[in-house]
């Protein structure tokens, strides 16, 4: 037997007792894929795949704290070992265990639903292909500093549950941390990996519906629309002098902390409007006619000397600077009136204004908004509740208020509430333009009496992508859609508590 054919032989015994054996023999067989692929170039790929192979297996019963998780980590030190030169890797559903590709080369780089325990480091990792992390869960620390993406990366409704760093990495193709909607064709080959998507639990604070992070819509031909919002950065999120080449996606991402961009460089189409978003010292080569591209308020282009501009503090909004990113509650306090008061003056800013409140609504909050709260979490919950009422009292037209007096009615304004956490939402009486509630969460008591709504949706279809109702409801007199009943709106949306529709003796089930 030739000695290349005899590699091969060895490496396929090797992959097999990485998969069946345990212990001491596992370990071995490693050893064995670790020194074939060092030494025959072209076994590497195959004793890559083997190693892969084993980290998608599903975890043992002893979790992560025990000898699963070491079993994992030597695993992953041997693969990254065999990623020295650009290798394919296939980790889709896998579960990593601090995982260290630090300084590696990745072909083709596939870790989409892949869950990563405890730390993770990407840091100077080159992709050469596309790298997919679509509904990764990043539950520690996560470095990718210094990375290079020759391709696309994707992080759509990725969850970073710690702290994620980006910095200095270099984004030469699309760079999607959003969300979007898109149809597909019967026989298109997309539909075998959302057939085969095995998201992770949906279990973050304050919400319940496990069709969110993925949904599938059958209607008279086949649509698929993402589940969830974009990127979820829990903790602190930082992007410093990152290169964004070509688009910088980050509609509907979700950043719950801190989040900067500073001296950042865009080259193309930006989408990034979320009001903890900082700048300063970011640039932008794209030009004044390039569709679409959004900032967040209160920061605008300044062209400069040597063709790009720099992004500033917008002193046409003035006084509202970034109030809402600030960490400091009453800080936060006044910005919201601010707003109101920018939104009360500018007929013409005012979608913008409201854009702004619900993409702090849509802010992720680490913990339970019911039961005991510490003091710190009540001012959070009071701070979101101070937001809803901005909202409804410019959506109330003056004369639902008794005596007619109260802040300027702001006309045919939309709502942008997806996956939003609401808490004593009282929308009773207002007059809206379009609201996407979709995967929403109401707690408290919520009210939706005698509103009226040119559409509104709770749901991407049937009981995927659902709004939840965690307290009592009413939407007694209300019209949430011009052409369609109320009931037919909320198809699908859950109701834990009582719910009065329009007929209170008949509270609707999720069957409805």
Not at 313 to 329: I, N
Not at 352 to 359: G, M, Q
Request: aromatic share 10%.
């Amino acid at each position: 037997m030739a000695v290349e054919e005899m590699g091969v032989e060895a490496c396929r015994v090797a992959a097999r007792q990485v998969v069946e054996a345990t212990g001491a023999e596992r370990e071995a067989a490693l050893r064995r894929l670790a020194e074939l692929g060092a030494a025959h170039p072209a076994l590497r790929q195959g004793a890559a795949d083997a190693v892969c192979a084993y980290l998608r297996t599903p975890p043992a019963a002893d979790g992560t704290d025990g000898t699963d998780a070491e079993a994992r980590r030597k695993a992953l030190r041997v693969l990254a070992g065999l990623l020295l030169r650009p290798t394919a890797v296939d980790l889709t559903g896998a579960t990593l265990v601090d995982a260290d590709f630090g300084g590696c080369e990745l072909a083709e780089a596939r870790f989409a639903d892949t869950r990563f325990l405890g730390t993770t480091s990407f840091a100077a990792t080159r992709f050469t292909g596309d790298a997919v992390f679509a509904r990764a869960v990043f539950h520690g620390e996560t470095r990718f500093d210094g990375a290079r993406f020759a391709a696309d990366a994707v992080f759509g409704r990725a969850r970073f549950r710690g702290p994620a760093s980006f910095d200095r990495v270099g984004f030469a193709g699309m760079a999607w941390f959003g969300r979007g909607e898109e149809e597909l064709w019967e026989d298109d080959p997309a539909w075998d990996d959302i057939e085969d998507a095995d998201p992770a639990p949906w279990d973050e604070p304050n919400e319940d519906d496990p069709g969110w992070p993925v949904a599938v819509l059958m209607g008279d031909y086949q649509g698929w629309a993402e589940g969830g919002d974009g990127a979820r950065f829990v903790g602190a999120a930082s992007f410093r002098w990152a290169r964004f080449d070509g688009p910088a996606w980050f509609c509907k991402a979700r950043f719950g902390a801190e989040a900067t961009f500073r001296d950042a460089e865009f080259g193309g189409l930006v989408h990034l409007d979320q009001p903890a978003v900082d700048l300063a010292g970011a640039r932008w080569a794209g030009a004044a006619d390039d569709e679409p591209v959004c900032w967040p308020l209160g920061w605008a282009p300044e062209p400069g000397p040597d063709g790009t501009s720099g992004l500033a503090a917008d002193a046409s909004v003035e006084p509202y600077t970034r109030q809402l990113a600030d960490r400091g509650p009453d800080v936060r306090r006044a910005g919201l009136r601010a707003l109101g008061e920018l939104g009360d003056a500018r007929p013409e800013l005012r979608q913008r204004v409201v854009d702004t409140v619900c993409a702090y609504l849509r802010v992720p909050l680490p913990f339970a908004v019911t039961g005991e709260l510490t003091p710190a979490q009540a001012g959070e919950v009071q701070l979101r509740r101070d937001a809803q009422r901005l909202l409804a009292e410019r959506l109330r037209p003056a004369t639902a208020v008794p005596g007619g007096a109260g802040p300027l009615h702001w006309p045919e304004t939309n709502l942008s509430l997806c996956g939003a956490t609401l808490v004593d939402l009282d929308l009773s009486g207002c007059q809206v333009g379009y609201a996407d509630f979709t995967g929403a969460q109401f707690h408290g008591a919520t009210r939706f009496d005698a509103s009226g709504f040119e559409g509104a949706a709770f749901r991407l279809g049937g009981p995927e992508g659902r709004a939840s109702f965690h307290g009592d409801v009413t939407f007694a007199g209300a019209r949430l859609d011009r052409w369609r009943g109320v009931r037919d709106v909320l198809g699908g949306v859950v109701f834990h508590a009582g719910a009065v529709l329009d007929d209170p003796d008949a509270p609707p089930t999720a069957e409805d």
